[in-house]
């Protein structure tokens, strides 16, 4: 489980950016939470705060009750994040590459192994796996970027923008995925600024702008408060202006 | 519930068994690295050397081209018996002087004999090119031997008249050549000495760069960061996998040097000096410090670049700056001042070359120049450790 207390963060030689501005929410186990908002909202800051890159200037948050600042290595154990940047190594295999996350988690060389098997099975992607990751397509290094940040089996599971250059079908099987990964009893946050990723698979959703959260509930619970009949409409009228659409 | 360690040096471990992997899988580094560190240094000593031998060759069998020497039978014979192969000159011998094919040509006058037979001095004539260093050495053996013709001739005259010899010749001059064997290879000898030099500063830095900023420039960094490893952890691995390939071609390039000087057709130069397994040890022992400094120094200035392209031109000025440092010792000739020891790459080149001209190194020199090295190693590290952790490594500022 997430909790999000009041978490401030502004950047700048005189913190004039507010990136992060009062945030406080909670994500639960077996439940896959949505970060909704435009570009430069701060979803980005606010997972990195959370998974211990980016301390925070005032509030705090913990996951399954582990501060992330004065406890960040027991929070880097438990999370298994797929951020943005999701550079994988050229010059060596996509099983080497996932092992390398394995070995840094700590896992025993045996439990590696059959975790890396058993994640490749999962992932679909044995015809690739030890190939090295040079030239690999953009479904292929996420899936394995996936792998890797799953190697530990972490309870807790960040994600930041996961669709953003995916193909159709590499989208649905990481949604089918998500899904799983929630049946089993984990606590997923997802950020997005794709209205109907987040509709197809949130069952919360919170919405930032300007760094605050502006709006937090299940989709039908946001379209009631707002008095729109549509998401977006939602959406839209809760930034309180036409910027950042969905694309 | 997967078992774990939460072992430190486990982590440590793994960073530098996935950068060795990595690093030696990169061809591009491999062959620069590799070849230049194996090849380029011998290969430049052995041209050196057979340049060395072809003018202490050029001496030894000198073939002079001369045009009428049938006109001086004295100087004829006396050159004969010093080993001098004559014969005559080609026509445009002047022509083949400018364009170096020969070195130096003798003409006697053709009024030689008349002049004599007057008691007037005859007339011999040199041609060659100064500028050409490779005829330099033929030239002076020339000029030499015509001087001791000159000379004995005259004794002949002088003993005829009954006059000593001695009373034309008042100064006596006596040289003494104090070079040892080992201190006259001095060009082959700083070869060596900076190549070695070189390979401890360089053998890391595509390593390096492409493990700090390659790692930003891939975003690979982020993710890697949000594992349990500690910044610390994170360089202290990275630095053991860089100094690994770092000894590597160090000992690549001595073993070069050392098999191209056993078995190599290397010419007789006459300096014989030492390379020998004990001076291969003591090269190794003594670039220690630099073996392990300078990959530090190389993530740091790595971890500061966001691209290779940009760490690289950072990196341009710090190793101009230290090939610099030997080059100058060279010029300064004098005796190494003994502070020197303690200051990284001058100290280390002060002791190599101690190794080369066969000195013994003493312990405590030796871990005088260790001092200073391993401290700059700590800091360095700390430092690269202090760039991984700092949030705008990530956010690109």
């Not at chain 2, 013709?149 to 005259?154: I, K, S």
């Amino acid at each position: 489980m997430i909790v999000v207390d009041n978490l401030v963060k502004a950047f700048g030689r005189h913190h004039e950016v507010h990136a992060v501005d009062g945030v406080a929410f909670t994500a639960p186990d077996r439940s896959i939470t949505g970060l909704l908002g435009p570009n430069g909202a701060g979803k980005t800051t606010l997972l990195r705060m959370l998974s211990t890159l980016v301390i925070p200037d005032r509030g705090s948050a913990s996951i399954d009750g582990h501060d992330v600042v004065r406890e960040r290595y027991s929070v880097r154990r438990r999370i298994g994040v797929l951020s943005d940047a999701r550079g994988l190594y050229p010059r060596l295999t996509a099983r080497e590459n996932i092992r390398y996350y394995g070995a840094l988690q700590g896992l025993a060389a045996d439990a590696l192994e059959t975790r890396i098997d058993e994640l490749i099975g999962a992932l679909g992607i044995a015809a690739i796996a030890d190939r090295r990751t040079q030239g690999f397509s953009q479904g292929e290094r996420m899936k394995v970027a996936i792998a890797r940040a799953l190697v530990h089996d972490p309870q807790t599971i960040l994600l930041d923008e996961p669709t953003n250059g995916l193909d159709i079908m590499s989208t649905r099987s990481l949604r089918s995925l998500l899904r799983d990964l929630r049946s089993s009893g984990k606590c997923l946050l997802f950020s997005s600024h794709v209205m109907q990723e987040v509709t197809a698979l949130c069952d919360s959703i919170v919405i930032l702008g300007h760094g605050k959260v502006l709006a937090t509930g299940t989709a039908a619970e946001l379209v009631a408060q707002s008095g729109e009949s549509v998401l977006e409409d939602a959406f839209v009228r809760l930034l309180g202006s036409g910027e950042g659409l969905a694309a | 519930m997967i078992p774990r360690s939460e072992s430190p040096t486990g982590r440590i471990a793994a960073v530098a068994r996935k950068e060795i992997v990595d690093i030696f899988r990169d061809r591009r580094t491999m062959l620069v690295t590799l070849v230049t560190a194996i090849v380029a240094g011998p290969v430049l000593m052995l041209l050196v050397l057979n340049l060395i031998a072809r003018q202490s060759d050029k001496v030894r069998e000198l073939v002079l081209p001369v045009v009428g020497i049938e006109r001086a039978p004295a100087l004829q014979a006396f050159l004969e018996r010093q080993q001098l192969t004559l014969k005559p000159a080609p026509k445009d011998f002047e022509a083949g002087i400018r364009s170096g094919e020969v070195d130096v040509v003798l003409e006697v006058d053709a009024g030689f004999a008349d002049d004599v037979a007057q008691g007037r001095p005859g007339t011999v004539r040199l041609a060659y090119d100064r500028s050409r260093d490779r005829a330099r050495a033929a030239i002076a053996e020339v000029e030499a031997l015509l001087r001791a013709f000159n000379r004995e001739w005259g004794r002949g005259r002088l003993l005829l008249r009954g006059i000593a010899p001695e009373v034309a010749n008042p100064l006596n001059v006596e040289s003494r050549d104090l070079a040892t064997p080992q201190s006259s290879g001095a060009l082959v000898l700083f070869l060596i000495a900076f190549y070695g030099l070189f390979a401890s500063v360089m053998g890391g830095m595509a390593a390096a760069l492409d493990t700090t900023a390659g790692e930003r420039e891939r975003m690979s960094l982020e993710p890697l960061l949000n594992t349990p490893v500690g910044p610390l952890e994170l360089a202290t691995g990275k630095w053991l996998a860089v100094s690994l390939l770092n000894a590597t071609a160090v000992v690549l390039t001595l073993t070069g040097f050392y098999l191209a000087l056993r078995f190599a057709p290397l010419p007789a130069v006459g300096i014989p000096f030492l390379f020998g397994p004990a001076e291969f040890g003591r090269f190794i022992v003594t670039l220690l410090p630099l073996i392990l400094l300078m990959p530090a120094i190389l993530l740091y200035v790595g971890c500061r670049g966001r691209t290779f392209k940009e760490a690289q031109s950072n990196l341009s000025v710090l190793l101009f700056a230290i090939s610099l440092l030997p080059i100058i010792q060279m010029f300064l000739q004098r005796k190494d001042p003994a502070w020197l020891t303690w200051i990284p790459v001058s100290g280390q080149y002060a002791l190599l070359s101690r190794a080369l001209r066969g000195e013994a190194l003493p312990w405590a020199d030796l871990l005088q120049s260790y001092v200073v090295p391993a401290l700059l190693t700590l800091v360095a590290l700390s430092a690269v450790a202090r760039l991984f952790s700092r949030e705008s490594l990530l956010v690109g500022r």
